[in-house]
């Protein structure tokens, strides 16, 4: 399987402060992705990390509250910004790989509650 | 109208008989993928098993196996010989087209391994 870090594993963070997720893929990954687990809920897709350039948002997310950085093919950032209690949740870093984009991993994911 | 459906919140089976989480789904696209995502109480999300809707034979993958049935538009995930290990959220998802990463997630079900 790929091999997907997330930093920190949790963190506890008060409301109106911003939060920096990292992404560590290994070097066959193609594609990186952010998604956002909400408690008790299913995984939705935040954004596209998209080397180089601005990430691709899915509809509902927007840059301001969730900017993306992925400066090179196997690292990704994603910041919380101005948290409050309805961002807790665990965002999950992706990546997809495989010749027919048959594989798509997902790192530990970040435990995020906010007070 | 939700794309993918698991009807089954909460599933019990016995350790080391067989059993199978149903998953069905609802896409216009010819080209489609479907994964099935195993998630432990820690919060992972490990890759199990993927199915392209191209593929003639079911797929497999150890202990998992994929009961496909295109024009029921069905991806059961079926474990044989269950194990303690095994009790865990699972979910199904599905890629259509060439929309690269986007999986869409259904609501889970949790499956608990008897002793």
């Known amino acids: 399987s790929a091999v997907i870090s997330q930093k920190p594993s949790r963190d506890i963070c008060q409301r109106g402060t911003s939060l920096t997720i990292q992404c560590q893929v290994d070097s066959q990954v193609t594609m990186m992705f952010w998604y956002r687990q909400q408690p008790g809920q299913s995984l939705t897709l935040i954004a596209t990390?998209?080397?180089?350039?601005?990430?691709?948002?899915e509809s509902g997310f927007v840059i301001d509250k969730f900017p993306i950085s992925r400066p090179n093919l196997t690292f990704s950032t994603l910041t919380v910004s101005n948290m409050s209690p309805e961002d807790s949740s665990i965002y999950l870093c992706?990546?997809?790989?495989?010749?027919?984009?048959?594989?798509?991993?997902f790192g530990p994911g970040t435990r995020l509650t906010v007070l | 109208a939700q794309k993918i459906t698991q009807t089954q919140p909460g599933m019990f089976v016995q350790e080391k008989e067989a059993v199978t989480l149903d998953c069905t789904y609802d896409?216009?696209?010819?080209?489609?993928?479907l994964f099935w995502y195993k998630q432990p109480s820690s919060g992972e999300m490990i890759f199990l098993i993927y199915q392209g809707s191209y593929d003639e034979q079911n797929a497999t993958e150890g202990r998992y196996s994929l009961n496909f049935q295109k024009a029921r538009k069905s991806a059961n995930l079926v474990i044989s010989a269950s194990q303690l290990g095994d009790s865990a959220m699972y979910f199904c998802a599905m890629r259509e087209g060439n929309q690269g990463g986007k999986l869409i997630f259904g609501q889970g079900t949790e499956l608990s391994v008897k002793p």
């Open positions: 896409t216009s696209d010819q080209s489609y993928g």
């Open positions: 992706s990546g997809l790989r495989g010749r027919f984009y048959n594989e798509q991993f």
């Open positions: 990390a998209n080397q180089g350039s601005e990430a691709t948002y």
